[in-house]
């Protein structure tokens, strides 16, 4: 059912709202939209539109106001000061209401509705509370007379009708900071000039007695005072007081008119103020002091306070007898307990006001009510206390980060998770800590998070541990900003998840020795079928030949050649066998080895073959250099590299092969360079490490060396590379896994 005609609605000046909730529809009239600057169609009425325009903090009061309403079925009011985002980027303060309308048989909400008043206007009021009880500071102090300001953000000056009585000009003059300053004549102006410019540079007030001109050429001595204020370091505003001191007129007089004065702007003032006699009676209130003390239509002038607030206790009686007395009172907060139960809190100021300078007339009292704000303050105060309680007792790691990756506090997980010290993590950065080849991927979550393209991130990265291991970590991070929307700090949850990373590098590494060991076997497949097919084939033919041949001459030479062939065969099944035991026995003999010593002991080996070539080795690797190898397979690996060296020297000069080594990619790597023959890379390349490949003319070449000893360099977890030129020499790069390098790399 429809309360209002939506028509109705529509032209009304405040925002109205309708909340359909079995169809999921919402209705926001025009109003509502234009009080956010958007056109009716600019601002679908899709449901939930309106909470991404209102404040985060503030949403969260909003839904639980709602929450609240929806569950005590409507006897808690939905209401709530909320700020909304307009369309031009301004903050609007909206005053919001609602009721469910209808409700289902198990009290479920049907419908609700409500409206939404623009009171930005009233929040601003209350934001220049400050600014209007130290300016009626001041006017008491000094008889409560003229008043100006010169606003130099924009350019705006304001003379109250006093002070413009004292210059003797009208409604219709215009006000400046200079026009002011020319009504001083000489030394007057001089005077004024300086004490005007050093409250403006140096944020000094002035209080001096000088001359004017006034408009009608008249000189009159007045009383100048001037207040600066400053925001980063610029004046912004610049105010103060004029007093007539030019004649003194009778106490009765003066009396008068200062009271006069004073009972109009406490009436007309937007703060909580109210003026009372010596007998504490009402003498003037402001409107805000009586809605925020709940007279709406009574009369108090005349009355008082002690017949309005029959709950006035002792302390508040001594306060009241103190500042009659003269005493100025004052306090930042103070609470007491309202008839109906409640407890309302306030600011309040209280002072005398004077008849004649010894003489006190009565008070001024001020307050504010900072009840809503106080109850904010306590509930933030609680939540924080349960986000320390929380934060500091989690499962799992919990820190504040600053916006440059400065550690701001952790708790004792993180320190556990890492290693380091709540002291020692503060004098470092989260990026200090991280692998550097995840830097790049945090980095750009960062930004994103910082730009508002996402809300959260959560990535898997990897830590250092403080001693120096790897810690796998699931991070989690979310952004806290302040009321001005800038970047307060990161909270960051962070989950060891270390142990299952190292499973899953179990598991990827399962995967690839299976992987790698289905090629060996595939490759070995290749070799048997291709060598032993290839000798069965001869000598199949050779015996076929045998049974054929009747002359003894030639049954001889077929005899030798089938002995030859079954010799070949013999040694290809002994190599094709020793590359089985490379592959079956590469978990059972790594050690931890010195390469020099292994290096010397070869060259030693090799002593006749240099003497006999006339060669030489030069080595410049460090003693303290260790591989994880077998002992065996070394031996071998280093005769088989450097007898090649020797026996494919060059025809023309002396063998010359240096070794050396360099750390390299997590490996050891051992460059044996020579000058001999080289080899042509572009024609043999793809076969140098081939069964029985030869690619010089030589005796002893059989092709099977560097065929074995990369099966067992490849068995123990390295790799071998190579760089040669004809006629100049070759360079073989042969990696070994190191000590250090053994957790890091497949080894």
């Not at 309106?50 to 409507?74: M, P, R, T, Y």
């Not at 991070?477 to 179990?506: A, C, M, W, Y």
């Amino acid at each position: 059912m429809e309360i209002i005609p939506r028509t109705i609605l529509e032209d009304s000046l405040i925002g109205y709202w309708d909340w359909n909730f079995i169809e999921n529809t919402e209705y926001l009239s025009p109003t509502f939209k234009s009080m956010l600057g958007y056109e009716v169609n600019e601002l679908p009425d899709s449901p939930g539109i309106w909470q991404k325009l209102v404040f985060s903090e503030d949403l969260a009061i909003l839904l639980k106001n709602l929450d609240d309403h929806v569950k005590s079925k409507g006897k808690v009011p939905y209401k709530a000061d909320v700020r909304y985002q307009h369309k031009n980027g301004s903050i609007i303060w909206v005053a919001c209401a609602g009721k469910v309308l209808e409700w289902d048989d198990d009290f479920n909400p049907i419908r609700m509705a409500g409206c939404h008043i623009d009171i930005t206007q009233r929040k601003n009021y209350e934001a220049q509370l400050a600014h209007y009880k130290e300016m009626l500071d001041r006017t008491n102090e000094v008889a409560r007379i003229g008043t100006w300001e010169e606003n130099l953000k924009t350019n705006e000056s304001i003379w109250s009708q006093v002070t413009r009585e004292i210059h003797g000009v009208d409604e219709t003059f215009e006000p400046g900071l200079e026009v002011g300053i020319s009504f001083f004549p000489g030394e007057h102006r001089t005077k004024i000039t300086e004490v005007v410019n050093k409250a403006l540079q140096e944020g000094v007030s002035y209080d001096v007695e000088l001359q004017i001109v006034t408009a009608n050429n008249g000189l009159k001595w007045i009383r100048a005072i001037g207040l600066p204020e400053f925001e980063k370091g610029q004046c912004v505003r610049l105010y103060g007081l004029f007093q007539d001191i030019d004649e003194r007129k009778s106490a009765e007089i003066k009396i008068r008119k200062s009271l006069g004065r004073n009972k109009i702007f406490i009436e007309q003032s937007p703060m909580a103020i109210a003026m009372v006699d010596k007998d504490m009676c009402y003498i003037a209130a402001s409107q805000q002091w009586i809605e925020d003390y709940q007279l709406q239509g009574r009369e108090i002038i005349g009355v008082s306070h002690y017949e309005l607030f029959p709950e006035t206790n002792d302390y508040w009686k001594n306060t009241y007898q103190n500042c009659l007395q003269g005493a100025d009172c004052q306090s930042g907060e103070h609470s007491f307990i309202r008839p109906d139960g409640a407890v309302q809190w306030i600011t309040w100021d209280i002072r005398p006001w004077y008849l004649s300078e010894h003489r006190i007339g009565g008070l001024i009292m001020y307050t504010s009510d900072i009840t809503e704000r106080k109850e904010a303050s306590i509930r933030l105060a609680q939540s924080e206390e349960r986000f320390r309680t929380t934060f500091e007792h989690a499962a799992i790691g919990m820190a504040l980060v600053s916006p440059e990756g400065r550690w701001l506090k952790v708790n004792e997980q993180v320190c556990a998770i890492l290693g380091y010290s709540e002291e020692e993590l503060m004098q470092r950065t989260s990026q200090d800590i991280t692998h550097p080849a995840d830097l790049e991927a945090e980095r750009i979550c960062v930004i994103q998070l910082l730009n508002d393209e996402i809300a959260t991130y959560q990535i898997e990265k990897r830590y250092f541990h403080k001693d120096e291991s790897i810690v796998w970590a699931l991070l989690a991070v979310s952004l806290i900003k302040d009321e001005q929307g800038k970047p307060l700090h990161f909270i960051s949850q962070i989950k060891n998840i270390t142990e299952r990373k190292k499973n899953q590098q179990r598991l990827e590494d399962a995967h690839l020795t299976v992987k790698d060991q289905n090629s060996r076997l595939l490759n070995f497949a290749h070799i048997v079928s291709h060598n032993l097919r290839s000798h069965a084939g001869n000598l199949k033919m050779m015996l076929s030949f045998l049974s054929q041949e009747s002359d003894e001459t030639e049954k001889k030479f077929l005899l030798k050649n089938i002995t030859g062939i079954s010799t070949s065969l013999s040694e290809t099944i002994a190599y094709l066998t020793e590359v089985v035991k490379i592959q079956t026995n590469i978990h059972q003999q790594k050690e931890s080895l010195n390469l020099k010593h292994f290096l010397d002991k070869t060259i030693n080996t090799l002593q006749a073959d240099l003497r006999k070539t006339g060669g030489k080795i030069l080595v410049e690797v460090p003693e303290e250099a260790g591989i994880i190898f077998n002992p065996a397979y070394l031996d071998s690996v280093l005769l088989n590299f450097l007898t090649n060296a020797l026996k494919y020297k060059h025809p023309e000069r002396k063998p010359m092969i240096n070794i050396r080594m360099e750390k390299k990619e997590g490996y050891l790597v051992l460059f044996i360079a020579d000058n001999g023959l080289g080899i042509d890379l572009e024609r043999y390349g793809s076969k140098l490490f081939g069964l029985y490949k030869t690619f010089h003319e030589h005796a002893d070449a059989r092709g099977v060396g560097l065929f074995i000893t990369k099966n067992q360099i490849e068995a123990m977890g390295g790799k071998i590379e190579v760089e040669s030129t004809p006629d100049v020499g070759t360079t073989f790069k042969l990696y070994f896994c190191s000590k250090q390098a053994i957790n890091r790399l497949r080894c």
